[in-house]
T-cell receptor, first 110, second 115 residues
Framework: GDQVEQSPSALSLHEGTGSALRCNFT?????VQWFQQNSRGSLINLFY???GTKENGRLKSTFNSKESYSTLHIRDAQLEDSGTYFC????????????FGLGTTLQVQP | DPKIIQKPKYLVAVTGSEKILICEQY?????MYWYRQSAKKPLEFMFS???????DNQTASSRFQPQSSKKNHLDLQITALKPDDSATYFC??????????????FGPGTRLTVL
């Protein structure tokens, strides 16, 4: 079935550094969303992409539907960036179903 | 002001009982969803509704029944509760389900524990 493979599962960064998270999709997806889940468990919307690249502050995300992957780049990491990051892909049907990856737990250290 | 309200925030139930999880959205959206997050599992899609009509049901068990009394409400009734039902249940909404305005926004969740 449709799956989302997210990597890495865990990531540790020092403040001021950066890295990339990646999601691979086993089938063609229509769009991707990226979320941060904070310590209270709330899901915060970061990006929604049907194609291309979007940037917001220190975050940048790309969705390549032809090659079935999406990336989330974090630069100049801050302590408040710590949390779990999820990608979620929208399937090709019209039901709005999102398939989530397992998440990347990011810890930013001083 | 919170745009998607879920009640209660925490819920403890005994095995075999029935509970209703409440979801209201004030974003003016036409599509609403339920997802479940269990320990060590990805967030799982359960249901989607568009204009109060069921679009998709990925829940194998009929013990889970969504109820849409108003356009901006999508409650989730769970009967014959089992310990395996323990999870955080998230409600979400989007402007539409299948078009370009399909970005979903999530409520704060209801954490259900079944003893």
């Amino acid at each position: 079935g449709d799956q989302v493979e997210q990597s890495p599962s865990a990531l540790s960064l020092h403040e001021g550094t950066g890295s990339a998270l990646r999601c691979n999709f086993t089938t063609t997806m229509r769009a991707v969303q990226w979320f941060q889940q904070n310590s209270r468990g709330s899901l915060i919307n970061l990006f929604y992409l049907a194609s291309g690249t979007k940037e917001n502050g220190r975050l940048k995300s790309t969705f390549n539907s032809k090659e079935s992957y999406s990336t989330l780049h974090i630069r100049d990491a801050q302590l408040e960036d710590s949390g779990t990051y999820f990608c979620a892909a929208r399937t090709t049907g019209n039901t709005g179903k999102l398939i989530f990856g397992l998440g990347t737990t990011l810890q930013v250290q001083p | 002001d919170p745009k998607i309200i879920q009640k209660p925030k925490y819920l403890v139930a005994v095995t075999g009982s029935e509970k209703i999880l409440i979801c209201e959205q004030y974003l003016g959206h036409n599509a609403m969803y339920w997802y479940r997050q269990s320990a060590k599992k990805p967030l799982e899609f359960m249901f989607s509704y568009s204009y109060q009509k069921l679009m998709d049901n990925q829940t194998a068990s009929s013990r889970f029944q969504p109820q849409s009394s108003k356009k901006n409400h999508l409650d989730l009734q769970i009967t014959a509760l089992k310990p395996d039902d323990s999870a955080t249940y998230f409600c979400a909404s989007s402007q539409d389900a299948g078009g370009i305005l399909a970005e979903q926004f999530f409520g704060p969740g209801t954490r259900l524990t079944v003893l």
